[in-house]
């Protein structure tokens, strides 16, 4: 072989190169592996899963503060029965109930069950709308976790760690599997309310993987992200003639180190801020859509209207590729006392609101997505950092309670309608040990539908081959249609 | 005069009772040791390092038979005996994965080892 001159040799190897990463891109195929070759060439350029995925987003719904699935999902006429009795020994049998306030008498709410659609799942009437979705829902009612306070517990949900530095499941996701959209970022964090979520951007971030992977913050209103607008005093004209020669010196020297991936993620940053100036707020404009959409979604409703506008956005960033769209509760408007599902006391004014702030914009969101033939292919998770005890506390609310808590999932690839696992006659514990979900498991489940196997799913880091579900995982295999 | 010979001897008769007493120990150190060795292992099965995943294992087979012996004396915890016996035969059978180039069946294992630790804390980890 022979080569005319230096530019020559540097311009064949690296048309070599593009031409390995791109036979990388094909399953089985390549002289490099999928994430490597495409890292050569750009860290969040699609990869190929280790298997054919049932989904290609997912929706995960964190319900702030921990709600009560006592008085959502898990009908317990024993609890009913032993209403104002203290708690039998046997059901306390194996754990440490002193999270806050000692345990008081059992505890019922009043409410109203029903059984709905073929399933036969059970609904109080908290959740009336979602109800009339039970046939989509496979609910995992043997949940588990590790019971602190609620900013760790959060970090464990999205983590699967108990202190800051991992990174979050959907910063996994988008490392793993790339953007699917070049003119947005992979993983987008939402949230209605005034705020931030409390728990902070460390429940998104991509830790010890390259930061390029971490979630990107969409706040409420018609500009979703800080910054990113271009100053009034600066014409379009001129932000493109400062980012072309940006772009220009910055090729020059990529040209020069070809190596620098860190230069290579800078020039895609640029111009990426520079395409979601439009992408990002079109993504999030409700504009077009109908009056009908807006009402499935509650957007009509006070109480509903600031969580259904999030779970519109959300379904139109599915729409545009969006792998993980990780999606806080928080407050409706106008509402300032209650900010969070977290009832310590007053169980029944907070679920009131909490429940009427999501049951119509989830169960619109989950009609939608079904409607429009995208429920195949995303995921919808509806999980929280723990749920909440049987018995009482402050007279009228419920505890903190990691050791028996129902979550639930819809989807592509799920068996909707069945239900996993139970908690005990007064839902305190899981019932079945054998049948214990941790947080570990719901990610191994997650990464499994998205074509990817939580334990081949690794990143060097110092040294330490590490995986998304640290050292624990297991695929719920009874979930999978 | 005479106090000094029968107080020698009640102590020499409380090292020996102290002696006859001591039960195994098992220290916060140890169950640290434990996890950064489970830690260790789960990254060398992934890297498919033979002779680091098999020492990891080997360890944890070793520190597996403290927490057996330390729970068979504490007595009334026969949940306990049972889980670390169990931990202790799943490094051994990951010893001979690895050794043997299975790595993915002595992944699976591995997260069966870490469970189990997780369901023994459940009841025995003191807060």
């Given at each position: 072989m022979c080569f005319n001159s230096r530019r020559d040799f540097l311009l064949k190897s690296g048309l070599g190169m593009g031409a390995a990463a791109v036979t990388g891109l094909l399953p089985g195929g390549g002289l490099l592996q999928g994430a490597m070759a495409a890292e050569l060439v750009d860290p969040l350029a699609p990869k190929a899963p280790h298997f054919p995925a049932k989904v290609k987003s997912v929706i995960w719904l964190h319900m702030n503060g921990a709600p009560s699935t006592l008085d959502l999902f898990d009908y317990k006429p024993d609890l009913i029965k032993l209403?104002?009795?203290?708690?039998?020994?046997s059901f306390l049998?194996?754990?440490?109930?002193?999270?806050?306030?000692g345990v008081g008498k059992l505890y019922a709410s009043k409410r109203e069950w029903k059984q709905h659609g073929q399933s036969g799942h059970w609904f109080s009437d908290l959740v009336p709308n979602l109800a009339t979705q039970s046939d989509k829902i496979a609910f995992i009612k043997s949940s588990v976790t590790v019971g602190a306070t609620h900013d760790i517990s959060i970090l464990k949900l999205n983590t699967?760690?108990?202190?800051?530095g991992r990174p979050s499941l959907g910063a996994w996701v988008s490392y793993a599997?790339?953007?699917?959209?070049?003119?947005?970022?992979p993983y987008v964090v939402l949230y209605n309310g005034k705020?931030?979520?409390?728990?902070?951007s460390v429940n998104w971030n991509s830790g010890f993987l390259p930061a390029v992977y971490q979630g990107t913050a969409f706040r409420p209103?018609?500009?979703?992200?800080?910054?990113?607008e271009r100053p009034e005093l600066r014409t379009e004209g001129q932000q493109h003639a400062s980012l072309d020669l940006l772009r220009k010196l910055n090729q020059k020297n990529a040209d020069r180190y070809p190596s620098d991936t860190e230069l290579k993620a800078r020039l895609r940053s640029y111009d990426l801020a520079d395409r979601m100036q439009v992408s990002a707020p079109a993504a999030v404009?409700?504009?077009?859509?109908?009056d009908a959409t807006k009402e499935l979604y509650g957007i009509n409703d006070e109480t509903s209207s600031s969580y259904g506008t999030t779970l519109l956005r959300a379904r139109r960033l599915v729409e545009r590729g969006v792998r993980f769209i990780q999606v806080v509760s928080g407050a409706p408007?106008?509402?300032?006392?209650?900010?969070?599902?977290?009832?310590?006391?007053?169980l029944e004014k907070n679920h009131s609101v909490n429940a009427r702030m999501i049951d119509k914009p989830i169960a619109g969101l989950l009609a939608d997505l079904e409607s429009r033939g995208l429920l195949e292919s995303t995921l919808v998770v509806w999980t929280s950092e723990f749920g909440r005890t049987s018995y009482g506390q402050s007279g009228n609310g419920r505890d903190h309670n990691p050791w028996g808590y129902t979550q639930w999932v819809a989807g592509g690839g799920i068996k909707a309608g069945y239900t996993h696992g139970a908690t005990d006659e007064i839902g305190?514990?899981?019932?079945?040990k054998d049948q214990a979900v941790d947080t570990y498991d719901l990610h191994a489940t997650v990464l499994q539908l998205l074509g990817l196997d939580h334990l081949k799913t690794t990143f060097l880091n110092n040294g330490r081959s590490e995986r998304p579900t640290v050292v624990y995982g297991k695929v719920i295999k009874e979930l999978l249609a | 005069m005479r106090k000094v010979p029968i107080l020698l001897t009640l102590l020499s008769a409380a090292i020996a009772l102290n002696a006859v007493c001591a039960e195994p120990e098992m220290g916060m150190d140890l169950m640290q040791n434990i996890e950064d060795a489970n830690k260790s292992l789960s990254s060398n099965i992934a890297l498919a390092n033979k002779q680091a995943a098999g020492d990891d294992a080997k360890e944890l087979a070793r520190m597996f038979q403290e927490v057996e012996t330390f729970f068979v004396h504490k007595g009334d915890a026969a949940n306990a005996v049972d889980l670390a016996r169990q931990s202790r035969e799943l490094s051994a059978e990951i010893v001979a994965l690895v050794a043997t180039g299975k790595f993915e069946v002595a992944t699976d294992k591995a997260t069966t080892l870490s469970r189990t630790c997780r369901t023994c804390h459940t009841f025995y980890k003191k807060e």
């Open positions: 209403a104002g009795q203290d708690v039998p020994a049998k194996g754990i440490k109930t002193s999270t806050q306030g699967g760690d108990l202190s800051p599997l790339g953007s699917a959209n070049p003119d947005l970022p705020n931030e979520p409390s728990a902070g209103g018609p500009s979703p992200i800080f910054y990113l404009d409700l504009s077009k859509e109908s408007d106008g509402q300032t006392e209650i900010t969070s599902w977290d009832a310590h006391n007053d305190l514990q899981v019932a079945n | -």
